[in-house]
């Protein structure tokens, strides 16, 4: 339990509950709202907290000292809010709930609403507030997060993401101890490189994968963001989750309503796996465009070809992923610009026109010849950005993100500029990027969106002088509008949210797309570990992860094919690279791999989650599995992560199977010259999951193929 309540004389305790999962609040009328509980749903009488504050969202002013949720500026100068409670009330939606506590200031005709949306199938609980000025003037919101949690002391470790471009999803793992810890973001655009934007508490020291209670928030929101722990002198820590307001202040007009982002919250007593279960579900179920469509397998041409596209090679390309048995290709950037040609990555964003020397038959032949090898056709596309070098800049000029009176910092390419999303024009040019495409070639499958910038000039050119403060919160606004519009009137596209690489993890532009980039690095090796620190938060069907050549483009590293499939194929399975480089031999291996896969797919892309044994504990392999909600069926990935002679690496101990039921082991991809003495054998779930299996540490090959590394998948099913 995270912390307990009991009923007092005049409470009024409002339950909140997930299928599994419940948040108590005591709401009573002219009170200031307080928590009461969070955690698995329990029955009976609840324990009085004590030694902590428990309001569900206090305000800044009558307590000087305690970290407030909510600031306001009044209209009259008044820096001071006192909130109380004036009633509930529920409406169900199908699936969900949403239940209100209504709120206003003791003097001042301000409302807050706090909201909180429930599911009867998953356990999370999403809670935001809605901030509404009856005043006579505009006031001023100097904070607005979208919900506080207490979070009971007694060896407290937090888990988050960290990182930098090409080295995302890393795991940090912090004891919380007296002070503020802060995580932020202040990219403008691009916010799950440097830090994600969710969490996870292990209430009962350091966090275990499949056991000990852990509690998951993440806040659904693609701009900027703090999540912050205030641990003081009393017996809390103190969790407050929202948008960043550093330069952010908002001037809230009378009768306008700011409605923050959604913070989902999760409780398991089944340690950050669980959490990350809960996770998946929702976030497949609720929250991710397409979320129960199974994943095409695709080759995007990117590293294979870089800027050098051209229409044979297209072909060429799209015929060697068809006879793997592919099933998309994508061309990535290098293929548009008339006055000014894409050949570089500083000219031509924004003219998405196709250039014709490159590609004389247009896109109209690139699809004639998907049709021709039998797969689908995608396209990548930057829209939200221009290069001063490009026609659309010598036109509008006034439509990119500029501060009055300063000239423009450039970005990528010494020429990049961001356009301003905050101005209903360059909304309607960046939905008009999406819908030319469409309208002219209706049978695109997939776009790769793109964002290789952030928003590094403080100012908008359209906004007002009092409105300058809007204008990190107003371009995310106008980039929702537009991808609204994109989903109204093309639903099924599938689309891939990536921002110089893993920049746009995040559950807030999740609902438009289907995926995202997981890092530009696709070195298999560094891929273990952002993938797995990705996995805390994210399925699997949402994480694009590609076979890539060796050595590889970012590292350098040599990692045999064998190795880089097995990775790849723990996430949605895709290529990048050029498979006329690759030898009959590894494509051969490719193929394999791409009919298993097929088999696989409804396991890895919508099965449950268990980590095994993580890479950051140091012992010298990491290992995985997905199995069916029914338990019938399941994937186990192995990966060596370092090799030393006379190593001693741990006997993995399968989870998540039915320990009444029989499996047989049956071993994917392999490589060796005889099978394992495991294959084709039967084994009890209880067996599996107490005892283990051991595997070799290396692969038995020919001599003259021998490398240092070693890798398995295993299917596992049930008799």
Same mark, same amino acid.
């Given at each position: 339990?995270?912390?307990?309540?009991?009923?007092?004389?005049?409470?009024?305790?409002?339950?909140?509950?997930?299928?599994?999962?419940?948040?108590?609040?005591?709401?009573?009328?002219?009170?200031?709202?307080?928590?009461?509980?969070?955690?698995?749903?329990?029955?009976?009488?609840?324990?009085?907290?004590?030694?902590?504050?428990?309001?569900?969202?206090?305000?800044?002013?009558?307590?000087?000292?305690?970290?407030?949720?909510?600031?306001?500026?009044?209209?009259?100068?008044?820096?001071?809010?006192?909130?109380?409670?004036?009633?509930?009330?529920?409406?169900?939606?199908?699936?969900?709930?949403?239940?209100?506590?209504?709120?206003?200031?003791?003097?001042?005709?301000?409302?807050?609403?706090?909201?909180?949306?429930?599911?009867?199938?998953?356990?999370?609980?999403?809670?935001?507030?809605?901030?509404?000025?009856?005043?006579?003037?505009?006031?001023?919101?100097?904070?607005?997060?979208?919900?506080?949690?207490?979070?009971?002391?007694?060896?407290?470790?937090?888990?988050?993401?960290?990182?930098?471009?090409?080295?995302?999803?890393?795991?940090?793992?912090?004891?919380?101890?007296?002070?503020?810890?802060?995580?932020?973001?202040?990219?403008?655009?691009?916010?799950?490189?440097?830090?994600?934007?969710?969490?996870?508490?292990?209430?009962?020291?350091?966090?275990?994968?499949?056991?000990?209670?852990?509690?998951?928030?993440?806040?659904?929101?693609?701009?900027?963001?703090?999540?912050?722990?205030?641990?003081?002198?009393?017996?809390?820590?103190?969790?407050?989750?929202?948008?960043?307001?550093?330069?952010?202040? =908002?001037?809230?007009?009378?009768?306008?309503?700011?409605?923050?982002?959604?913070?989902?919250?999760?409780?398991?007593?089944?340690?950050?796996?669980?959490?990350?279960?809960?996770?998946?579900? #929702?976030?497949?179920?609720?929250?991710?465009?397409?979320?129960?469509?199974?994943?095409?397998?695709? +080759?995007?041409?990117?590293?294979?070809?870089?800027?050098?596209?051209?229409?044979?090679?297209?072909?060429?390309?799209?015929?060697?992923?068809?006879?793997?048995?592919?099933?998309?290709?994508?061309?990535?950037?290098?293929?548009?610009?008339?006055?000014?040609?894409?050949?570089?990555?500083?000219?031509?964003?924004?003219?998405?026109?196709?250039?014709?020397?490159?590609?004389?038959?247009?896109?109209?032949?690139?699809?004639?010849?998907?049709?021709?090898?039998?797969?689908?056709?995608?396209?990548?596309?930057?829209?939200?950005?221009?290069?001063?070098?490009?026609?659309?800049?010598?036109?509008?000029?006034?439509?990119?993100?500029?501060?009055?009176?300063?000239?423009?910092?450039?970005?990528?390419?010494?020429?990049?500029?961001?356009?301003?999303?905050?101005?209903?024009?360059?909304?309607?040019?960046?939905?008009?990027?999406?819908?030319?495409?469409?309208?002219?070639?209706?049978?695109?499958?997939?776009?790769?969106?793109?964002?290789?910038?952030?928003?590094?000039?403080?100012?908008?050119?359209?906004?007002?002088?009092?409105?300058?403060?809007?204008? =990190?919160?107003?371009?995310?606004?106008?980039?929702?509008?537009?991808?609204?519009?994109?989903?109204?009137?093309?639903?099924?596209?599938?689309?891939?949210?990536?921002?110089?690489?893993?920049?746009?993890?995040?559950?807030?532009?999740?609902?438009?797309?289907?995926?995202?980039?997981?890092?530009?690095?696709?070195? $298999?090796?560094?891929?273990?570990?952002?993938?797995?620190?990705?996995?805390?938060?994210?399925?699997?069907?949402?994480? $694009?992860?590609?076979?890539?050549?060796?050595?590889?483009?970012?590292?350098?590293? +040599?990692?045999?094919?064998?190795?880089?499939?097995?990775?790849?194929?723990?996430?949605?399975?895709?290529?990048?690279?050029?498979?006329?480089?690759?030898?009959?031999?590894?494509?051969?291996?490719?193929?394999?791999?791409?009919?298993?896969?097929?088999?696989?797919?409804?396991?890895?892309?919508?099965?449950?989650?268990?980590?095994?044994?993580?890479? =950051?504990?140091?012992?010298?392999?990491?290992?995985?599995?997905?199995?069916?909600?029914?338990?019938?069926?399941?994937?186990?990935?192995? #990966?060596?992560?370092?090799?030393?002679?006379?190593?001693?690496?741990?006997?993995?101990?399968?989870?998540?199977?039915?320990?009444?039921?029989?499996?047989?082991?049956?071993? +994917?991809?392999?490589?060796?010259?005889?099978?394992?003495?495991?294959?084709?054998?039967?084994?009890?779930? $209880? =067996?599996?999951?107490?005892?283990?299996?051991?595997?070799?540490?290396?692969?038995?090959?020919?001599?003259?193929?021998?490398?240092? #590394?070693?890798?398995?998948?295993?299917?596992?099913?049930?008799?």
């Amino acid at each position: 339990m995270l912390f307990a309540f009991a009923p007092k004389m005049m409470a009024e305790n409002l339950t909140i509950s997930s299928r599994h999962i419940s948040i108590v609040i005591d709401v009573t009328k002219g009170s200031a709202p307080k928590y009461v509980y969070f955690g698995t749903t329990v029955p009976g009488t609840l324990q009085v907290p004590t030694g902590g504050r428990m309001e569900v969202y206090p305000a800044y002013g009558m307590d000087g000292a305690a970290e407030a949720a909510l600031a306001v500026k009044h209209d009259d100068g008044n820096m001071t809010t006192q909130l109380i409670a004036t009633g509930t009330d529920s409406k169900t939606d199908g699936k969900t709930m949403i239940t209100t506590i209504h709120l206003k200031d003791k003097v001042y005709p301000l409302t807050v609403d706090l909201k909180y949306r429930t599911f009867k199938d998953v356990d999370m609980i999403e809670c935001w507030s809605e901030i509404t000025n009856h005043e006579r003037g505009t006031i001023t919101l100097n904070q607005f997060a979208s919900a506080m949690l207490p979070i009971r002391r007694g060896n407290v470790y937090m888990s988050h993401l960290y990182g930098s471009w090409a080295n995302e999803g890393k795991v940090a793992e912090e004891s919380l101890a007296p002070g503020v810890f802060v995580i932020q973001n202040k990219d403008g655009i691009r916010n799950s490189h440097t830090d994600h934007a969710e969490v996870m508490f292990s209430l009962s020291g350091k966090a275990r994968e499949n056991s000990g209670e852990v509690i998951g928030a993440a806040l659904c929101y693609g701009g900027n963001y703090r999540l912050k722990t205030v641990t003081d002198d009393t017996e809390y820590h103190y969790f407050f989750a929202g948008i960043n307001e550093d330069n952010s202040a =908002y001037h809230l007009k009378k009768g306008e309503t700011f409605t923050t982002p959604a913070l989902a919250l999760t409780f398991s007593k089944e340690g950050l796996s669980g959490a990350s279960r809960n996770f998946h579900k #929702w976030g497949r179920e609720y929250r991710l465009m397409h979320g129960q469509q199974p994943r095409d397998i695709l +080759l995007n041409s990117w590293e294979g070809v870089y800027f050098d596209i051209n229409q044979k090679g297209m072909d060429q390309m799209m015929g060697d992923i068809a006879s793997m048995g592919g099933e998309l290709f994508v061309m990535d950037d290098g293929w548009f610009g008339d006055k000014y040609p894409r050949k570089t990555d500083n000219s031509s964003l924004g003219d998405w026109v196709v250039d014709k020397d490159k590609l004389p038959d247009g896109i109209g032949g690139l699809i004639r010849d998907a049709k021709k090898h039998g797969i689908k056709f995608g396209i990548w596309i930057e829209p939200e950005m221009s290069n001063t070098i490009s026609e659309l800049y010598e036109k509008h000029p006034d439509w990119i993100i500029k501060a009055p009176k300063r000239e423009p910092v450039l970005g990528r390419g010494g020429t990049q500029v961001v356009l301003d999303l905050s101005n209903p024009k360059v909304q309607d040019f960046v939905f008009s990027v999406v819908d030319r495409l469409m309208t002219s070639y209706p049978e695109i499958a997939y776009i790769k969106w793109d964002a290789n910038m952030s928003i590094m000039n403080s100012g908008s050119q359209y906004l007002g002088n009092n409105e300058q403060s809007h204008l =990190y919160i107003a371009y995310h606004r106008g980039l929702e509008k537009v991808c609204q519009r994109i989903r109204a009137k093309y639903p099924n596209l599938i689309m891939q949210a990536c921002a110089s690489g893993g920049g746009r993890a995040n559950w807030g532009v999740l609902p438009y797309f289907d995926e995202f980039w997981v890092s530009d690095d696709t070195d $298999a090796l560094q891929r273990v570990y952002m993938q797995w620190g990705t996995s805390y938060f994210f399925p699997a069907i949402a994480m $694009a992860s590609h076979i890539s050549a060796s050595p590889n483009h970012q590292t350098a590293r +040599l990692v045999p094919l064998k190795y880089r499939i097995d990775v790849a194929m723990s996430g949605r399975l895709g290529m990048e690279i050029q498979p006329k480089n690759m030898t009959a031999d590894e494509k051969a291996l490719c193929k394999q791999a791409i009919h298993e896969y097929k088999k696989i797919r409804p396991i890895v892309q919508m099965g449950d989650i268990y980590r095994l044994v993580s890479p =950051y504990d140091h012992a010298g392999c990491a290992s995985l599995m997905y199995v069916t909600a029914d338990k019938g069926d399941a994937v186990f990935y192995w #990966w060596k992560t370092e090799t030393f002679m006379n190593q001693h690496l741990p006997r993995i101990q399968m989870a998540g199977l039915d320990a009444q039921r029989s499996y047989r082991i049956h071993e +994917l991809n392999r490589i060796d010259n005889k099978p394992l003495d495991v294959e084709g054998k039967v084994f009890s779930g $209880a =067996y599996l999951m107490e005892h283990g299996i051991e595997l070799p540490y290396t692969h038995q090959v020919d001599h003259n193929k021998k490398t240092a #590394w070693s890798s398995r998948v295993l299917r596992v099913t049930a008799e």
